[in-house]
């Protein structure tokens, strides 16, 4: 029975060197782990702040979408009115062609009356024109 016993000894000292080997894996682990805790902590503090700088962006965003909504109807009807425009528009056109001559005949005649009030005023004796 001591004979068996003797040979079972290094078997149990393989054993506890096992034993004390898992005890320092998990004690470093455990170190491990307690350094890498402040940086989770961090993390978590700027993933809070990303959270309340993403909540306080919201009415200012709903703000931007509400105007974009506004001005997308407002060029709606800014297109409708242009659209309603073009027919008279296009009826304008051709009066407008036949006006032209009519204001250039016109502006030649201011030009001429222009010369000839200008031809008067130099003829004109000074005390006259007081």
């Known amino acids: 029975m001591i004979h068996t016993m003797l040979e079972i000894i290094p078997t149990q000292e393989k054993m506890v060197d096992t034993t004390i080997e898992i005890i320092t894996t998990s004690a470093k682990m455990i170190h491990t782990t307690l350094e890498i805790i402040p940086a989770a902590e961090e993390m978590a503090d700027t993933t809070i702040e990303i959270i309340h700088t993403v909540i306080e962006m919201i009415p200012t965003t709903i703000e931007i979408i509400d105007t ?7 060029m709606i009807e800014m297109t409708d009115t242009a659209i309603e425009i073009i027919p008279t528009t296009i009826k304008i056109i051709p009066t407008t062609i036949e006006i032209v001559p009519t204001i250039i005949e016109m502006t030649h005649t201011a030009i001429e009356m222009t010369h000839t009030s200008r031809k008067i005023i130099n003829t004109t004796p000074f005390f006259v024109v007081l």
């Open 68 to 74: 974009a909504i506004e001005m997308a109807h407002t």
